[in-house]
């Protein structure tokens, strides 16, 4: 088998739904398979994939293990040359593995290849290719000062080496992987993809980001920036420095004193509400569709055609995508045109009955089903 895909999930059924959708199509024609590891959820995630993805193969956790230790597992189960390390709160356009795949067959000595990632608006997000946080960088990034933290000499749609990549897409050699022995599972959320790129550099392998791919990480579903989040991450920070740079108790107290700001900042974090957008567009070649959201949305709805979604520019709407109709590398194309204009962006998931999508990368996003 050429390719196995593990997406850890918890508590987001319908983004996991359409991130299904979307990675089905992508290995239309590639020997892959696709596990999805359950940590424990709560919502109806396990009833869902039973039902409409049988072909999946799934593990359902008795208890939430975390990030390292779930990805691992899904890991063990794989049969593939290569595994992808998948957020469920993804969409992925349709040529995705085909470009990574032909791109990391080509390399000498790989370690893990990272995509362009955009939030549900369209924007990019820089973590999608970062340099290693070692303690000025985190310092840095810390007091307001990123330009470090992140690789900004590598252009958005370039392709080049990078220290660390983002664990929400990460593609890599399974062998590589179990060499590695996989994610440090002293790691429970937040860390371990920067501890893995890490691993992988000091292995002698080389990390690449391929600019010219590009999907959509929701985010907001998996990393919500609130006082957990803040706790979680910096103390993920303190660990990651502990095991490669920790090498006296006087610089690691200071390190220990700034992650603690850190925190504490981290608790004060703005909502950034979003303005509500004027009108929604409903893009779609299906009559009924546009009778039964009209029922459940509050704004003023009108229904256009595909082509339209193409041809004009639209300011202070929210569109709404039927994914009957639209690719999800036409989608995203979209996003990436249209952003920066003060748009909401739904998808309503093929055959199904509720739309989601989220308008920023720091809150849950939104579900409405019908």
């Known amino acids: 088998m050429r390719l196995s895909i593990i997406i850890l999930n918890y508590n987001v059924q ?10 089905f199509k992508a290995v239309d024609d590639i020997d892959a398979e696709i596990i999805v590891v359950d940590n424990a959820s709560s919502d109806a995630s396990s009833a869902m994939i039973k039902e409409r993805f049988p072909q999946v193969k799934f593990i359902q956790n008795a208890k939430n293990i975390g990030f390292s230790k779930g990805n691992n597992l899904g890991v063990k189960h794989a049969s593939g040359d290569y595994i992808c390390i998948l957020n469920p709160d993804t969409v992925l356009p349709e040529d995705c593995f085909k470009k990574v795949l032909a791109f990391i067959e080509e390399q000498k000595n790989p370690g893990a290849v990272g995509i362009k990632l955009i939030d549900g608006s369209g924007n990019f997000l820089p973590e999608s290719k970062r340099n290693l946080p070692v303690p000025r960088v985190a310092l840095d990034k810390i007091i307001g000062k990123k330009e470090n933290y992140y690789v900004n000499a590598l252009g958005q749609n370039e392709t ?17 992987f179990d060499k590695l022995k996989g994610f440090d599972e002293d790691y429970f959320m937040y860390g371990e993809d920067i501890d ?11 990390n690449y980001y391929l600019g010219n791919v590009t999907a959509i990480h929701f985010k907001g579903e ?10 979680q991450f910096y103390g993920a920070m303190l660990i990651f420095y502990k095991k490669h740079f920790g090498k006296n108790r006087i610089s690691e107290s200071v390190v220990e004193n700034i992650i603690k700001l850190a925190t504490l900042k981290g608790r004060t974090v703005a909502n950034n509400k979003t303005e509500s ?13 546009e009778k039964e959201l009209q029922q459940k949305l509050s704004l003023n709805l009108e229904t256009r055609p595909i082509i339209d979604c193409f041809e004009q520019v639209f300011t202070k709407k929210q569109l709404i995508f039927d994914c009957d109709n639209l690719s999800f ?20 998931p093929s055959g199904c009955k509720f739309i989601v999508g989220s308008d920023s990368k720091d809150r849950q996003g939104e579900v409405i089903s019908y």
């Open 160 to 176: 080049g080496e990078v220290p660390v990549l983002v664990g929400a897409f990460m593609v890599m050699q399974k062998s590589v």
């Open 277 to 289: 957008p004027e009108s929604a567009i409903l893009f779609t070649e299906n009559e009924c569709l």
């Open 196 to 206: 893995l790129s890490y691993r992988l550099q000091k292995a002698g392998y080389v």
């Open 222 to 231: 998996s990393t919500r920036r609130n006082k957990e989040y803040a706790r």
């Open 329 to 348: 590398v036409e989608i995203i194309d979209i996003l990436q045109k249209l952003k920066n204009r003060q748009n909401s962006y739904r998808f309503r």
């Open 14 to 23: 319908y983004y996991l739904e359409l991130c299904l959708q979307s990675v």
